[in-house]
């Protein structure tokens, strides 16, 4: 059976989270924009797996030369890289115009460019301030830390610590013939 696409498109402006989130921008100003564009691959790889969203990543070419391009990270991520002289925002309000034609997909933006905000919001998309986004990411890690945290804690490694008790009674029977 195939896995139906998700129903939520998430669409990101890449540099405007990473001005916006402080840990991305301590990343950026150490060890320079790639470090902190990693960062914030990973943590929307996370996420957008965990929520099932599908997921893009736009990074306008403000900071690199050289075509525009898509990298594709997991079924639910991609990176866009716009043309040279394209903006995020262009590239975003063009997604927004289509579906909106489309009428097929929910569309969430996160930006906090408020002209940004204001364009998406009037072609019926849905917006998440940075500082939203940042919440929502951390509660995931959580909780996903949580679960792994609850998986680990088993009591021993050999089967007869994850039996349940009539398993294990039952087996002393047999053992006992």
């Known amino acids: 059976m195939v896995a139906s696409p998700p129903q939520v498109v998430l669409l990101v402006d890449g540099y405007n989270i990473i001005g916006a989130w402080p840990a991305l921008q301590k990343s ?9 564009r990693q960062d914030l691959i990973h943590s929307l790889t996370n996420y957008s797996a965990f929520e099932g969203l599908s997921t893009q990543l736009i990074f306008d070419a403000q900071y690199r030369r ?20 394209q903006t995020a925002d262009t590239y975003i309000e063009r ?24 364009t998406i919001m009037g072609y019926g998309a849905e917006w998440v ?3 939203q986004l940042a919440n ?9 830390r949580q679960q792994q945290k609850r998986t680990k804690q088993a009591p021993g490694r050999l089967l007869a610590h994850t039996l349940d008790p009539a398993a294990k009674q039952h087996l002393e029977k047999l053992r006992r013939i």
């Open 28 to 36: 950026r100003d150490r060890l320079g924009l790639e470090a902190s």
């Open 136 to 144: 929502q990411v951390k509660a995931v890690t959580a909780l996903v």
């Open 129 to 131: 301030s940075a500082p």
């Open 95 to 118: 997604i927004c115009a289509l579906a909106r034609q489309a009428q097929s997909q929910r569309l969430m933006v996160a930006t906090s460019d408020r002209a940004q905000q204001l």
């Open 66 to 85: 050289g075509p525009g391009g898509c990298e594709v990270i997991t079924q639910n991520l991609a990176v866009y890289y716009t043309e040279f002289g």
